[in-house]
């Protein structure tokens, strides 16, 4: 199993503005440096090797496989939205998408599922023969105009990042003298644990 990402997001979940009035910033020497941190932020967290295992702002991924499962196949990096296409290659090496009608979507579980009507087709035999593209992170909010794409981003995991992005503003340096240092400010990780996913990649 892998996981690549097909479609970035379109925006981070913090704004420039919001991250400089928690660090009480007024001037705009240093917008460059505080948007590389609220970047590293949200990179840290979200992914299938980020802290919380799941994603943030609307994305879309690929789930890549050898073979298909017996029955459901499970969606990482919640919350799942929606699932672009499922495809494999058939066995003459051709790329056959399956019919949305064949299978069901539990985007309300997390992880989400992906279960076949009946049975899934029978793959190449070949490394990589099926493929899953989906979409993740929180929903925008489409009662505004535009969207907000970062509306339903949960408020404890926007203040942990900037409880993050004001630790890093602070400390520069890797390691400061005199100071036990942590990989993540406690209260950030207070904050996050209640979204945090437990997923390992194979």
């Known amino acids: ?15 420039l503005a919001e991250a400089k009035a928690h660090l009480r910033v007024d001037h705009n ?17 979200e992914g299938p090797y980020g802290f919380l295992g799941r994603c943030l702002v609307t994305q879309t991924w690929r789930l890549t496989l050898d073979e298909f499962p017996t029955a459901e196949i499970k969606i990482p990096l919640p ?3 929606d699932v672009v296409k499922v495809a494999y290659d058939d066995s003459l090496g051709n790329e056959i998408t399956i019919n949305p009608d064949d299978y069901y979507v539990d985007s309300s579980s997390q992880p989400g599922w992906v279960v076949p009507v009946s049975s899934w ?7 990589n023969a099926v493929r899953i593209d989906f979409i ?4 925008a909010d489409t009662g505004s105009s535009p969207p907000d ?6 408020f404890n995991i926007k203040a942990g990042m900037l409880l993050m992005i004001g630790n890093m503003y602070e400390n ?23 979204h945090r996913m437990q997923l390992a990649m194979a």
């Open 172 to 194: 520069r340096e890797d390691d400061i003298v005199g100071t036990i240092t942590a990989k993540l400010p406690h209260g950030a990780e207070f904050l996050f644990r209640p």
């Open 136 to 139: 993740t992170g929180y929903p």
């Open 29 to 45: 020497d240093e917008d460059e440096l505080i948007q590389i941190y609220i970047r590293a932020a949200r990179e840290y967290l």
């Open 79 to 81: 919350p799942l939205q």
């Open 149 to 154: 794409l970062t509306a339903n981003i949960p």
């Open 1 to 15: 199993m892998s996981l690549s990402i097909v479609t970035q997001p379109a925006v981070e979940p913090l704004s």
């Open 121 to 127: 087709p029978t793959p190449l035999d070949a490394v």
